[in-house]
């Protein structure tokens, strides 16, 4: 079984910044593509950003220049460094992956349980 654990989200003001890390564990023989997905109230779930495993990046417009994702392969681990914060960013944030588990063929995809963002005025 694989997990996917977010944290680092909270309360902001607009115009901060905040990192939220999600780190795998579990059974797994390789993560594929890692991203970072919101939720805001009301509204349908959204790409945000993703990343391959050899690092090259992909963000959605409204985020683009304010966003950037990362992962640390030998850590199991993705971030998203949010830069500049807008009061619409406010969502949940989750984790996504691609896995390979180990012992197991094909891809899965793998959610994470969400960490809250909230951007205040």
């Known amino acids: 079984q694989v997990q996917l654990v977010e944290s680092g989200g909270g309360l902001v003001q607009a115009g901060g910044s905040l990192r939220l890390s999600c780190a795998a564990s579990?059974?797994?023989?390789?993560?594929?593509?890692m991203g970072w997905y919101r939720q805001a109230p009301g509204k349908r779930r959204e790409l945000v950003a993703t990343?391959?495993?050899?690092?090259?990046?992909n963000y959605a417009d409204s985020v683009k220049g304010r966003v950037s994702i990362s992962r640390d392969n030998a850590k199991n681990t993705v971030f998203l460094q949010m830069n500049s914060l807008k009061p619409e960013d406010t969502a949940a944030y989750y984790c996504?992956?691609?896995?390979?588990?180990?012992?197991?063929?094909?891809?899965?995809?793998?959610w994470g349980q969400g960490t809250l963002v909230i951007v205040s005025a």
């Open positions: 990343i391959t495993g050899g690092g090259t990046a």
């Open positions: 996504n992956s691609g896995v390979t588990a180990m012992g197991r063929p094909g891809n899965l995809e793998v």
């Open positions: 579990g059974t797994i023989s390789s993560l594929n593509i």
